[in-house]
């Protein structure tokens, strides 16, 4: 049984008379303690996957789903108030800028207590000492140096490296089962990237917590997931475990984000990445999305969205002429 | 911070001089001397008017009348009033309570009501709410004061009489004046029935005064509070699984308040003049009031050294609400 299983995700802008998909039918599997790495280009829908499971998709987006379960769960089944208790607490999420993401009006420890005394342990819930003690704690466990002092910085105070250890602190307060991580370290330096997903990776081990890493970085991809799901303009289009498709991608968008990795790419000329962005939530093809950047188009390709075809247990590609016959 | 107080205080040379001057050259431009005034309708001998105007030193050419003003000025001496004969900074003393006091209270009033609704505005935006909240304020924002005082006086004092007309309190209770502040005399008198009418005189000029500034507060909630709502960390708020309106108030709020500070702070000035159309109607007896008599009077004292007292507070008040933005907001702070 998965921790969360997505059946038929939607979330809809523009008039209910004519939808504009941002995510267009996505299913999506996340075991317990299993990093899932979501990836794909800015505009895909990613963010929005992640948003609308946490419940946190704003007018004038509108999320359907034909199932949303955690832990066995139907989350649509809940009201608006049971689902942000929910949030927070048993999933958790991290975004990309973390200083942005510090209210710049609080201390660090103020944000952190706000966390604490909403899904911490009922003897920390009632006794302000306690709450201090866990978050010098979870300050501790995220190795940001002098916890004691830290609870009085204010979020201008920190680098974008601390900042995001405040965050994931924030979010561990509440022991969650899943964590969303939307592209938790792009924002910041490459050393301190590598810090930061040291650090998930360990918060995962210990708190056996499954992570939704969303990202448009392959390699961190690459290092840090289970299984790998490749979206673009709002629909998968291959998924699979991580040693597999980065060995032998089935879809030519996944081959082109591979090719895009300049380790990925020694020896060749120059690197080959496909021409072109994504279409727009106003501008997408009838036929399969990607077939006007793609350069193993056919004439079907423009006319006929392909399905999502799975082959073994793991893998699924969206292509009418897979790389990889499944 | 220190260096930011004495840059602002630096400013104050240049602001004196500008103040001065101008209130010097208008109650000048404006036809008509106070020796005119004392003699009224049937006219003065011209040997006794020509005394007269040497008496107070007006017979001087303007430039010397000017520099003889500012002289004393700069010793302190803002000189005594030509009809009273009561010195200026004395009489400003006795009246300026009042002003306070009602300038404190319709700001009170404003931010209340304004900011509570700026809020409302801004998170149900584009619905009825908000195009409630946006027309009436806009319709208060450009309701001239007197008319507006006019038209509350009209409705809740002649046609209701739910509140009196002019004053500051029934004639009938005398209240020794400790404060200068009626509310706060009238308590520590332990008269509750003379608390009550200052009170009740206080409801409309208020309101009257307060208009303004909560149309300007209001909007500028909604429009801070608009901005706000789409920062991360209000999102980041809302994954943590806080209560909606703890994210609205505790951060979004908060944060809001920022710029909302520094309007309130330019709002003062305009209070301050707005407080003198509303003491000329509502009879209130504060420095507007008495502003606009010494005007009429041709009180040269009177109007300079009031202009220059109110010009002085306006600035201590922007330069308090500066300190203040540095207050709320950490990052200026905590540099
Ligand atoms: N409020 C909105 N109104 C209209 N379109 C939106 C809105 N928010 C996001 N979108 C669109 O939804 C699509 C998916 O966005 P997003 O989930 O942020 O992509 P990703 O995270 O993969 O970069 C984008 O094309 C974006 O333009
Ligand atoms: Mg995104």
Redesign the pocket.
């Known amino acids: 049984m998965a921790l969360v299983e997505i059946r038929g995700l939607h979330?809809d802008?523009?008039s209910p008379a004519r939808p504009?998909p941002?995510?267009d039918g996505v299913d999506l599997d996340i075991g317990a303690g299993e990093i899932v790495g979501l990836v794909?280009?800015?505009?895909?829908?990613?963010?929005?996957?992640g948003?609308a499971l946490m419940g946190l998709v704003?007018a004038?987006?509108r999320v359907r789903a034909e199932r949303v379960a955690f832990d066995d769960q139907d989350l649509l089944a809940l009201s608006m108030r049971e689902r942000a208790k929910l949030a927070g607490g048993r999933i958790a999420m991290i975004f990309q800028d973390p200083q942005a993401s510090l209210d710049p009006c609080y201390t660090v420890g103020f944000q952190l207590d706000e966390a604490i005394r909403l899904h911490g342990s009922a003897a920390e819930r009632a006794n302000p000492t306690a709450r201090r003690e866990r978050a010098v704690s979870l300050l501790r466990e995220v190795d940001i140096p002098d916890p004691p002092q830290r609870l009085h910085a204010y979020p201008h105070q920190l680098s974008g490296g601390m900042a995001q250890r405040v965050m994931i602190a924030i979010a561990v307060a509440g022991r969650p089962r899943l964590l969303i991580a939307?592209?938790p370290t792009t924002a910041l330096d490459v050393t301190v990237q590598a810090q930061v997903l040291a650090l998930l990776a360990r918060l995962r081990r210990e708190h056996d917590m499954a992570m939704l890493l969303?990202t448009?970085d392959l390699p961190v991809v690459a290092e840090t997931a289970d299984r790998v799901v490749v979206?673009y303009a709002?629909q998968v289009m291959e998924t699979g475990d991580v040693p597999a498709i980065f060995e032998a991608p089935g879809h030519p968008y996944t081959q082109a984000l591979l090719d895009s990795i300049p380790e990925h790419n020694e020896g060749r000329a120059r690197l080959r990445t496909i021409a072109g962005v994504?279409p727009?939530?106003d501008d997408r093809p009838t036929g399969c999305l990607l077939a006007p950047r793609c350069e193993r188009a056919e004439p079907i390709c423009s006319s006929e969205r392909p399905l999502l075809r799975g082959g073994g247990a793991h893998r699924a590609v969206r292509c009418h002429f897979p790389l990889l016959k499944p | 911070m220190w260096r930011f107080v004495l840059r602002r205080a630096a400013l104050v040379v240049p602001t004196f001089i500008g103040v001065t001057l101008l209130a010097f050259a208008l109650i000048h431009l404006i036809p008509g001397d106070p020796v005119e005034n004392i003699s009224g309708e049937r006219g003065m001998e011209p040997a006794r008017r020509t005394r007269l105007l040497h008496e107070f030193g007006l017979d001087r050419p303007l430039p010397v009348q000017y520099g003889s003003y500012v002289a004393h000025v700069l010793r302190g001496d803002l000189g005594h009033s030509l009809t009273t004969h009561v010195g200026v900074a004395q009489e400003f003393g006795t009246l300026f309570p009042a002003t306070v006091e009602l300038a404190f209270f319709a700001m009170l009033f404003a931010l209340v009501v304004g900011v509570p609704a700026g809020v409302i505005a801004a998170v149900r935006r584009n619905t009825a709410a908000d195009y409630a909240v946006m027309g009436v304020s806009l319709a208060g924002y450009s309701m001239p004061i007197f008319w507006w005082a006019l038209l509350l006086i009209l409705f809740f004092s002649v046609q209701l009489g739910w509140t009196p007309v002019s004053g500051r309190i029934a004639v009938e209770y005398d209240v020794p004046a400790v404060t200068g502040f009626m509310l706060i005399d009238t308590l520590m008198a332990g008269d509750l029935a003379a608390f009550r009418s200052a009170l009740s005189h206080l409801i409309l000029p208020t309101i009257a005064l307060g208009t303004i500034p909560l149309a300007v507060i209001a909007r500028m909630t909604r429009s801070a509070m608009l901005e706000v709502l789409r920062e991360d960390y209000v999102r980041a708020a809302r994954a943590k699984g806080l209560s909606r309106m703890r994210v609205i108030v505790v951060h979004a709020l908060r944060n809001a308040l920022i710029p909302v500070v520094t309007v309130v702070g330019l709002q003062v000035g305009l209070l301050l003049s707005g407080a003198i159309l509303t003491e000329t109607i509502f009879s209130w007896p504060g420095v507007g009031n008495w502003l606009i008599h010494g005007v009429q009077a041709r009180d040269y004292p009177v109007v300079q050294g009031g202009i220059l007292l109110i010009a002085g507070i306006v600035i201590a008040v922007n330069l308090i609400v500066d300190v203040l933005y540095g207050v709320i907001n950490p990052r200026i702070r905590h540099g």
């Open positions: 979330v802008f523009g504009l941002a995510v794909g280009e800015s505009g895909s829908g990613k963010s929005m996957t948003l704003d004038p987006g939307d592209e969303i448009h979206m709002g994504v727009g939530i």
